[in-house]
Nanobody
Framework: QVQLVESGGGLVQAGGSLRLSCAASGRTFSTYSMGWFRQAPGKEREFVAAITWSGVYTYYANSVKGRFTISRDNAKNTVVLQMNSLKPEDTAVYYC?????????????????WGQGTQVTVSS
């Protein structure tokens, strides 16, 4: 069992930055791949970024590539999403998720545990 708690959301102007953190409980955190998804009002939850258990492989949605960076610290049971050059279209609730798999990490169906989400609002 893994419990996930996101933090770091807020209101920021376009062009600004935010740093989202996800704290995980459980001693098996280092065996899980981790992902970030987001859901805007009236839209489906979409993939943002993912990182494998070792941190060697990272994956990004085309819409955030070059602006967002995912990283993890297995010693601290945390995963971080650094978001730079934010745009109004990045506005959404951002969710942290854990997967026992090392593949197919762009799909919501591959994730076993989800956090409650944190709101990110980017004003123009």
């Amino acid at each position: 069992q893994v419990q996930l708690v996101e933090s770091g959301g807020g209101l920021v102007q376009a062009g600004g930055s935010l740093r989202l953190s996800c704290a995980a409980s459980g001693r098996t955190f280092s065996t899980y791949s981790m992902g970030w998804f987001r859901q805007a009002p009236g839209k489906e939850r979409e993939f943002v970024a993912a990182i494998t258990w070792s941190g060697v492989y990272t994956y990004y949605a085309n819409s955030v590539k070059g602006r967002f960076t995912i990283s993890r610290d297995n010693a601290k049971n945390t995963v971080v999403l650094q978001m730079n050059s934010l745009k109004p279209e990045d506005t959404a609730v951002y969710y942290c998720a854990a997967s026992s798999r090392q593949y197919g990490l762009r799909s919501r169906d591959q994730y076993d545990y989800w956090g409650q989400g944190t709101q990110v609002t980017v004003s123009s």
